[in-house]
């Protein structure tokens, strides 16, 4: 079993930042890929940005040299730095992973709310 806790959403007003956080626990022996994810209400789930257990990143087109993705190996934490937040990045933030336990298998968070308004 994997737990995902993430951390750090809020209300913000445009252009402004937001450092989200996600914790893996649980039985791991190692984790390949982390990312996070959004879904905003009535609309499909999609990738905002994910990080191989190398460091190599990828982000969605609408988020790119806005949104930086990182991670801490050695503690299972996986970060999002949001700047120039727009409205339309409003959503609800879930946290992935691909994780050995020791199969590799996929493992959501529960999310965070992160609203972009004035």
């Known amino acids: 079993q994997v737990q995902l806790v993430e951390s750090g959403g809020g209300l913000v007003q445009p252009g402004g930042s937001l450092r989200l956080s996600c914790a893996a626990s649980?039985?791991?022996?190692?984790?390949?890929?982390m990312a996070w994810y959004r879904q905003a209400p009535g609309k499909q789930r999609e990738l905002v940005a994910r990080?191989?257990?190398?460091?190599?990143?990828n982000y969605a087109d609408s988020v790119k040299g806005r949104f930086t993705i990182s991670r801490e190996n050695a503690k299972n934490m996986l970060y999002l730095q949001m700047n120039s937040l727009k409205p339309e990045d409003t959503a609800m933030y879930l946290c992935?992973?691909?994780?050995?336990?020791?199969?590799?298998?996929?493992?959501w968070g529960q999310g965070t709310q992160v609203t972009v308004s004035s």
């Open positions: 990080i191989t257990s190398g460091g190599s990143t």
């Open positions: 649980g039985s791991i022996f190692s984790i390949n890929v």
């Open positions: 992935f992973t691909n994780a050995n336990v020791p199969y590799a298998s996929n493992w």
